[in-house]
């Protein structure tokens, strides 16, 4: 029997939802650290770590790949600068610690970070 992939829908509409983990990763990819609900981080984690998978190829195909979701300077970072650190390492390029509830509307508050 077929089951559906099922993923997180923050109330959204679908390309308001990609929209949404595209700027994440975006700024993930940059700053290397960001603070933000524990869902989102749990969502955006599984992303993030197939576009490094991608990314240590560092090939034209994949920086072809990899432009079609961020702009070429984060794609240069990704490539050049995140890849490499993670040659020898299979996954798990992401942790997520976990630092209690936002003071306005009680959202799980998470950080997502790259690995050293």
């Given at each position: 029997?077929?089951?559906?992939?099922?993923?997180?829908?923050?109330?959204?509409?679908?390309?308001?939802?990609?929209?949404?983990?595209?700027?994440?990763?975006?700024?993930?990819?940059?700053?290397?650290?960001?603070?933000?609900?524990?869902?989102?981080?749990k969502e955006l984690?599984?992303?993030?770590?197939?576009?490094?998978?991608k990314a240590r190829k560092g090939d034209l195909h994949t920086r072809r790949l990899l432009l079609r979701f961020f702009s070429p300077q984060v794609v240069k970072k990704l490539v050049e600068d995140i890849a490499p650190r993670y040659k020898d390492r299979k996954g798990g390029y992401t942790r997520i610690v976990k630092i209690g509830l936002r003071k306005g509307d009680k959202a799980r508050m998470a950080i997502i970070e790259l690995v050293k």
């Amino acid at each position: 029997m077929h089951k559906r992939k099922r993923s997180r829908k923050f109330s959204r509409k679908k390309d308001q939802r990609q929209a949404l983990l595209r700027g994440l990763g975006r700024a993930l990819l940059l700053n290397e650290k960001i603070k933000t609900t524990e869902a989102r981080a749990k969502e955006l984690r599984g992303i993030v770590e197939k576009f490094i998978t991608k990314a240590r190829k560092g090939d034209l195909h994949t920086r072809r790949l990899l432009l079609r979701f961020f702009s070429p300077q984060v794609v240069k970072k990704l490539v050049e600068d995140i890849a490499p650190r993670y040659k020898d390492r299979k996954g798990g390029y992401t942790r997520i610690v976990k630092i209690g509830l936002r003071k306005g509307d009680k959202a799980r508050m998470a950080i997502i970070e790259l690995v050293k």
